[in-house]
């Protein structure tokens, strides 16, 4: 065998020994933005395209990628616990799961922003006197903006969707939801009384995969980082 044979062999077996990079992205417009921009970098799942595809999990064997489907707050526990290497999720989500997770890029796509909202009378139950129930998604954000921001004694109220109907059938005075375009808001009569933060989606990595694969990752998102800038 001469030298370069040799050479030839042994990049095959790095190659092959070369482990699967896994992603947890979040199913839907999150996941589709994704791979647009990971299809800019050169990174392609033709499986992932097919838009009546019922698979949870693609491979591009070329490049020892996985990439699978899953809900927003489970993507930050995928990746805690090293199922995941990567995940795409929304800032919301990782600010709510507080897992011991890297937050590692911001995509600047699926902007919006978190707020309490509410009929426009609720806005002087806002001034940290008042005694009143607070509908969310988001219970730890919840708690966490009226406890330490705005150091009122709040009951918080944890619902799993269409938080707008809360003060509307008087379930709540106010919700801490997230607004996008806000015609949720406006088409039912709610109003924004005051805006808790910014938010975009976000990379995360599992702390022990970026020290173990930390080349890999590390041009991963130098790569998508550039693309975002482009
Ligand atoms: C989200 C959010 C608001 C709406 C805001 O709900 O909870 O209801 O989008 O978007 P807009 O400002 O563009 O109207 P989602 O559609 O995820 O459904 P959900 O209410 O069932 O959570």
């Known amino acids: 065998m001469n030298p370069e044979q040799g050479r030839a062999v042994t990049d095959n077996r790095l190659e092959n020994d070369m482990r699967y990079l896994t992603f947890a992205l979040t199913k839907g417009r999150l996941a589709r933005k994704t791979m647009a921009l990971l299809e800019e970098i050169g990174i392609f799942c033709e499986e992932m395209r097919d838009p009546d595809t019922r698979k ?6 070329d490049l020892k990628l996985k990439f699978f489907l899953a809900k927003g707050p489970d993507v930050p526990t995928y990746v805690e616990y090293g199922a995941a290497d990567i995940g795409v999720v929304g800032e919301d989500t990782i600010m709510e799961e507080g897992r011991k997770i890297y937050e590692v890029l911001d995509l600047g796509f699926g902007r919006c ?3 309490v909202a509410g009929p426009k009378e609720a806005q002087k139950l806002l001034n940290g ?3 009143i129930r607070v509908a969310t998604k988001y219970p730890k954000i919840a708690r966490d903006y009226f406890n330490d921001q705005k150091n009122q004694t709040v009951e918080i109220i944890k619902l799993n969707g269409s938080i ?3 003060p509307i059938v008087g379930l709540a005075e106010v919700i801490v939801d997230i607004v996008e375009t806000g015609s949720t808001l406006k088409e039912n009569g709610l109003t924004v ?11 995360v990595v599992n702390p022990v995969s970026m020290r173990m694969e930390n080349a890999r990752i590390t041009k991963l998102l130098n790569d998508m980082n550039e693309a975002l800038n482009k």
Do not use: D, H, K, T
């Open 56 to 61: 949870l999990i693609f491979v591009n064997e």
């Open 113 to 115: 922003r978190m707020c």
């Open 129 to 131: 006197q008042e005694q």
């Open 164 to 166: 707008e109907l809360a």
């Open 193 to 203: 009384l005051e805006e808790v933060c910014p938010l975009s989606a976000r990379v």
